[in-house]
């Protein structure tokens, strides 16, 4: 895989992992607008619905997949690790604040940043 490219990857890991934060609440509008679609549903029997669409659904399925990827990461992390991890993707911080928090030279942060976003390629099959 190219330098280019695999930069490229590592944006998109970055921003999905940002979105961590927000990962249950995304669940939990699914479900509800499962829930209502199911009550507003005229065209068939209400009750052969409830249920179903949420264990079908591919969406609410594959930010189930992504939670716990990225639970699976989190395990796999040291303690400064954690704590960056911490800032960047629960806390939402840039990685200008985490260098300067956690007093580590830009360098040195963006090898700890590649390796955690490689490591969470790995677990998603894509390197």
């Given amino acids: 895989m190219?330098?280019?490219?695999?930069?490229?990857?590592?944006?998109?890991?970055?921003?999905?992992?940002?979105?961590?934060?927000?990962?249950?609440?995304?669940?939990?509008?699914?479900?509800?607008?499962l829930s209502i679609?199911?009550?507003?549903?005229?065209?068939?029997?209400m009750i052969e619905k409830i249920g179903s669409d949420k264990e079908s659904d591919l969406v609410l399925y594959n930010l189930g997949i992504r939670k716990q990827t990225i639970a699976r990461l989190f395990m796999t992390f040291d303690k400064e690790e954690r704590e960056i991890a911490d800032h960047r993707w629960n806390k939402g911080r840039q990685w200008a604040e985490i260098e300067e928090?956690?007093?580590?030279?830009?360098?040195?942060?963006?090898?700890?940043k590649n390796k955690m976003l490689d490591r969470y390629a790995k677990l998603k099959g894509l390197i």
């Fill in 2 to 33: 190219s330098n280019k490219i695999r930069n490229a990857m590592r944006l998109a890991l970055d921003a999905e992992l940002m979105e961590y934060q927000n990962i249950d609440r995304k669940i939990a509008v699914r479900q509800m607008e």
């Fill in 37 to 45: 679609k199911n009550i507003f549903d005229l065209d068939s029997y």
């Fill in 101 to 112: 928090i956690m007093h580590m030279s830009e360098p040195t942060l963006r090898r700890r």
